[in-house]
């Protein structure tokens, strides 16, 4: 990881471009060209020293004077070719970034600011290779003046020698020596060129033994169960994690469990540690401290393949490679096409795969082009779910599609990786607010750890002070769906756990809820004999008050008769 963090896509994209064509092609052809003309030169003079002997001194004064030359012009030639395959990489970064963003540089009208940026950077460029084309310029010249005086010394000797070297062997030296300025010219440039090529082989070089390798793919000491991880369960132990050694830390003392299962949402401010997590997880990058387990398993015990094959990602930037729809599912064929196409009916993308001409066999542009970015994520969705990983990690999947493909992505995740251990990265808080836990980091470590629900009871918390800062409106909003969220879930214990309680437990249920139904009964009969009393007495005091009464008439009415016979 640390090696791409450093090195930009135009220097890798130069190394096994560039590089690669020098040292498989030019570097064979210009040693074998040296050594031709090498010879050539040397028997050259052999042959004129042998015909003209008084010609010897000059050679060497000669042979002097192209060394030094040569010396000089290869340690420019070889730090000019090395400066020029430098300027080559911003040169292919900005060529095959432009290619890759080309609609969003047509959208912004940024054709000009982009045009300009590659002028530049062409211009950079040729000004190294035109450096080192004159430095072949210069060499070639004053080669051109030692060939020009050993043909003249040649002819001069001839000419003095003629009385005791015949003509055919003087003409013979003087055709050689005219041949010398075209052999020296051809093996110092080819020499000089060879050794820059040189440059290249250094870079591969440097590329094939100085570059820290990734942990084996497979150890076969600690190779974990076929069926690990059967729960899913992540226990983070005072994870410590920075990129490169001179870095600081990312990741300070993360210690959380994760049960199997479980739904968590992650949140935090830009540079929180969020992205991390999953890097740590993935092992692209190694920790520099504590430990992650996943089902008592710790995953630096085991290869990087049987670690990555049990774990499951969808990128904020859904990633398709060229080929065919099939081979993007399932780039090692190891599933049916029933289960390619059972995967894209869970992923609702189905239809859309079956209404291309080849289907299945259809092709795929490079990095997905003719694929909406829609569509690229439910690819990406319907592969994780050919995997049938117990571990899902989306990192800001929903942040770059629309409304309807969100909810999609949202129903999948719901429907078919329950029983999952789903971590999603999110900054849009309606992805995650209806999750079993929310993880709230703040500078590489843990803020809060809880339920939703839970988090938003105080408004102190980092994680409240998120959801009020996405507005009042939806702030409130938020609060309703997570208690809403909460509420539902708690309703669900109950049953869950009555459906599994053991057979004894359920039959004390039943033994107490009749004692409850025999007690209340008989407390209805005596609520009802009581109520029986009640109405009896109130009769019988209803009898006596009316026998009182007519007892009392009767007497007023013998009263008023004594009182009328008196008068």
Known sequence: MA?????????????????????????SFTLYQSLQWGVYSLFASILICFVLPFFIPFLIVFGYIFYRIQVFYRKTSREV???????????????ASTLTGISTVRAYAAEARFSANHTVNVDTHQ????????????????????????????ALFAVLSRSWVSPSFAGLAIVYAMQLSGMFQWFARVTAEAEANMTSVERLAHYSSAIAVEAPAVIEATRPDPSWPPSG????????????????LVLRGVSVVIEGGESVGIVGRTGAGKSSLAVALYRLVELTGGSIVIDDVDISAIGLDQLRSKLSIIPQDPILFQGTVRSNLDPFDEHTDDALWNALRRAHVADAIRGLELSLSAPVDPNGANFSVGQRQLLCMAR?????????????????????TDALIQETIRSEFRGCTVLVIAHRLETIIDADKIMVLDQGRVAQYDSPHALLTSDEGLFSWLVNQTGEANAAHLRRKASAAFRGKALARPSASDSSAPPSTSASASVSKSKSKSKSKSKSKSKSQSKSKDKSKSKSRKKSTSEVNAKSKTKVRKTKRIRRSQL
Request: aromatic share 10%.
């Open 3 to 27: 090696f791409f963090d450093t090195n930009p896509l135009g220097r890798i994209l130069n190394r096994f471009t560039k590089d690669q064509s020098i040292l498989d092609n030019e570097l």
């Open 81 to 95: 070719k090395r400066l020029e395959n430098t300027c080559r990489s911003p040169l292919f970064s900005h060529v």
């Open 127 to 154: 000004r190294a290779l035109f450096a080192s084309l004159m430095a072949q310029r210069w060499v070639g010249f004053r080669l051109d003046l030692i060939a020009t005086a050993i043909t003249f010394l040649a």
């Open 233 to 248: 369960t992540v226990v983070f132990s005072d994870v410590r994690m920075s990129y490169r050694p001179d870095l600081p």
């Open 384 to 404: 994780a779910l050919l995997r049938s990983s117990k571990i899902l990690i989306m990192d800001e999947a929903t942040a770059t599609v629309d409304v309807e």
